[in-house]
């Protein structure tokens, strides 16, 4: 029965990772998909397989979060695997670190500054790890006597360690290290570590650098430690690992502090192979170390390895790298999920809509705005017809009743309560349906004078940092109305993000406003690709007005400026959404010439009743 449940999910781990997630659930149960993961270490779609395996064999609950069945039960008591016994430390968690009380501050300004501070960029591996991981990582630079003093190399630092080992010496009354080094190539991590290390009294030191290139001479063999927390594929472990080499002082001993990703076992002996391949000796080992905001694959955990230089250490790639380096680009399949609210049958891979189950989940299911979704097989990346159910554009609706997903940096699209505009919207076919009109043209001089008029004394402009509060301040009312209880509603938040935003591209953010006055009026139009035809189009991802006596004068001015914006960069097909209920918005969308397209439906069903 082992086998034949390994062998239906292709499970490279075999029996053995059945029986795992068997004992696991005796263990656990109840028990969610992510509980397992952690538990058992296997990734969260593989263990949603093996769950819905079990449960086609009556082993398993069909309520989640799972449990063991009656034949389950007897099972696992036949295999022997019927004591529930957890000798995992209470106090760490199996962490072998707790944090002190002295530095619960530490966390809080750690927690705070990751809120302000860059987005991940899951496209190249990145996912922030928490606050509490980041005090972990420096206490256990602490205990390994690799600090206080000396010289720290941080080979990319996405996760800020840079800040926690900083912030932990300014809490503890001084610095802890000689000097951080920073090696990264993203110039808005490291804008942010100089910007919030220039008042903490440590020294640090950003160099904006590509890995894949050797590092530069002047870092070579110059300090006494160095951290990595790579791509999770073997190439990032074997190449993030050999510059970490190349920047330490020759000689055994040395610590180098490697985070990883739970993988196969095959693939762990890539990386095993690696390691040892730099002359490197593994001096320490904790799964579950790291704990990562996102992540949903790996159970959003990771490993904490410690590693000692011998006198055989040496880098093992000296030259340039060109080869694959990050998850996605070693990917070469699709895998078919199915959405549990209504059995939609999507995919995610290359190639697909979806490049990552974590874009499906922010999304949503494109036919009911829902989820979760159920992993299935395994499909050739070259098959793009997609299945039954799975449109070809790309949808960004979020799932109706609660806050849509947000990528940091990136506001949600949400409605005003005077006259906004809710989107992001369905993404446009590529396909020219029979019979289009083209519903707008640009103003005539006449025409763009009397709207002019109309909305005196407000006109238009690029949005700019002076006004992030105000538009904070939109925004937060913005979710407010959308999404209730829900919403993220602090203006200061938004500010935040839409600063982030700002920072990488002002294109399609307008403002209204009068002289010397705060913006009364909000739009943010964005460019987007169909992942699947490579069509371009417009979004408008958010449209609000201040509820000024001409508010609808000054809606028509915005909406106007946002698609001559479109013109001006070639768009042809511009999609947007609005809620049923605000009617002053469909109005201007009517008189624009935008077509309905689609409706979202919404049912809430009473608190505390159960099915019987």
């Known amino acids: 029965m082992l086998t034949d449940v390994a062998e239906a999910v292709r499970l490279q781990e075999g029996p053995p990772g059945v029986r795992s997630v068997l004992r696991a659930l005796r263990r656990l149960a109840p028990a969610s998909t992510k509980d397992l993961s952690r538990a058992t270490g296997l990734p969260v779609p593989i263990v949603a397989a093996l769950g819905n395996e079990l449960r086609r064999r009556g082993l398993v609950t069909t309520q989640r979060p799972s449990r ?19 000798a995992t430390c209470g106090t ?4 072998e670190l707790v944090i002190p009380d002295v530095l619960d501050e530490a966390v809080r300004r750690l927690r705070a500054l990751m809120e302000s501070g860059p987005a991940a960029d899951m496209a190249i591996d990145q996912s922030h790890c928490t ?16 600090l206080p003093g000396g010289s720290l190399l941080l080979i990319g630092d996405d996760d800020l360690v840079s800040l926690a080992v900083a912030v932990v010496g300014d809490v503890l009354g001084g610095p802890i290290v000689e000097q951080v080094t920073v090696v990264d190539i993203s110039p808005e991590i490291l804008d942010y570590i100089q910007k919030v290390s220039a008042g903490l009294g440590t020294r640090v030191e950003t160099v904006r650098h590509d890995l894949r290139l050797p590092l530069p001479a002047e870092l070579h063999g110059q300090h006494d430690v160095a951290m990595t927390d790579p791509p999770y594929t073997p190439e990032g472990a074997r190449l993030f690992l050999s510059r970490a080499v190349e920047g330490l002082r020759p000689g055994p001993a040395h610590s ?14 890539e990386v095993q192979r690696e390691i040892m391949g730099l002359g490197l000796i593994t001096n320490g080992y904790i799964r579950n170390f790291n704990e ?8 959003g955990v990771g490993f904490f390895q410690h590693l000692l230089t011998t006198t055989s250490t040496a880098p093992s790639h000296e030259g340039e790298f060109s080869g694959p380096l990050y998850t996605g680009d070693k990917r070469t399949r699709q895998r078919e999920y199915t959405c549990v609210a209504c059995d939609a049958r999507l995919r995610v891979g290359p190639g697909a809509r979806w490049t990552s189950v974590a874009a499906l989940r922010e999304d949503g299911c494109p036919s009911c705005g829902k989820g979760p979704f159920r992993p299935g097989r395994l499909v050739a990346a070259e098959d793009a017809t997609p299945p039954a159910g799975q449109p070809s554009a790309p949808a960004e609706q979020a799932p109706a009743g609660r806050e849509a997903p947000v990528p940091a940096g990136t506001p949600a699209p949400v409605r005003h309560s005077a006259v906004p505009a809710q989107g992001p919207a369905p993404a446009p076919a590529s396909a020219t349906p029979v019979g289009r009109t083209h519903g707008w043209r640009p103003p005539t001089d006449d025409d763009r004078a009397a709207l002019a008029g109309r909305a005196r004394p407000y006109v238009t402009r690029g949005a700019d940092e002076r006004d992030l509060a105000a538009i904070g301040r939109f925004e937060a009312e913005i979710a407010r109305v959308s999404f209730g209880e829900d919403a993220i509603d602090d203006p200061a938040r938004w500010a935040s993000r839409l600063g982030r935003a700002m920072e990488k591209s002002k294109e399609g953010m307008i403002v209204a406003d009068g002289p010397g006055e705060e913006p009364v009026g909000w739009c943010w139009v964005s460019i987007n690709q169909n992942a699947m035809t490579g069509d371009r189009y417009a979004n408008f991802r958010s449209l609000a007005v201040s509820p000024v006596e001409n508010r609808s004068d000054v809606a028509e001015l915005l909406l106007t400026a946002g698609l001559e914006f479109c013109l001006a960069n070639g768009i042809t097909e511009v999609v947007g959404r609005v809620h049923v209920g605000n009617v002053p918005m469909r109005t201007v969308y009517r008189k624009f010439g935008f077509d309905p397209t689609s409706l979202s439906m919404k049912l809430f069903l009473p608190e505390g009743d159960s099915a019987r």
């Open 68 to 86: 063991l069945t009656e034949a389950g039960l007897e099972l696992v008591a036949e295999l022997g695997m019927d004591l529930s016994l957890d």
């Open 92 to 95: 760490c968690d199996g962490r």
């Open 131 to 146: 606050a509490e991981t980041k005090v972990r990582r420096v206490l256990a630079l602490l205990a390994a006597g690799a």
């Open 256 to 269: 180098v502090f490697f985070s990883f990703g739970g993988k196969s076992p095959d693939e762990m002996l």
């Open 292 to 299: 990562y905001e996102g992540s949903g694959i790996l159970g």
